[in-house]
């Protein structure tokens, strides 16, 4: 029994925060090297990608499509407030005053907090990578977007 998800061995959720460490600290480790490559995607874009059944032969299973219709970050910080509840029935929970799961893993939110305080002056009517803001167009009027203020990649990516 262990009290934080990133002390949980043998699990997908440590195997993910592992993968989120080794992104911050080393951007460049190939996707196949990641901690976390074995395991199914966490999102599915419920609006794009095919929901229900899967029948193409082009992925190796149906999970590869992505099972849930939130972030990996969404996902944690559920898993962290879940693992928190002290119930009659569960053997332990995560202690009250444990910090939160990314203030424990010392990762960088400064630029969550940017575009949340600045979303307006940064971006208008539109936000994402900037690549892709410039190849969007307006459904309405069928102009390009652009950002106001285009920041370093990754500020501004997904």
């Known amino acids: 029994m262990v009290e934080t998800l990133e002390q949980s061995d043998f699990t ?11 992104d911050a600290s080393e951007p460049s480790l190939a996707p196949s090297q990641a901690p976390d490559s074995f395991l199914a995607p966490l999102s599915i874009d419920e609006k794009n990608d095919a929901i229900g059944p899967c029948a193409s032969t ?5 999970s590869d499509k992505g099972f849930l219709a939130i972030s990996e970050r969404d996902y944690l910080e559920l898993l962290d407030a879940t693992a928190r509840i002290v119930r009659q029935d569960k053997l332990g929970a995560t202690p009250l005053d444990m910090p939160p799961i990314f203030d424990r893993l010392k990762l960088d939110v400064g630029n969550w907090k940017l575009l949340v305080s600045d979303f307006g002056r940064l971006f208008s009517s539109v936000a994402g990578a900037t690549k892709d ?5 307006s459904l309405i009027s069928k102009r390009r977007f652009y ?3 285009p920041l370093q990649s990754a500020v501004t990516g997904p």
């Open 147 to 149: 950002l106001k203020h």
């Open 58 to 62: 082009t992925t190796k299973r149906c």
């Open 133 to 137: 803001v410039y190849e969007m167009r």
């Open 12 to 22: 997908s959720a440590q195997r993910r925060i592992q993968t989120l460490v080794a």
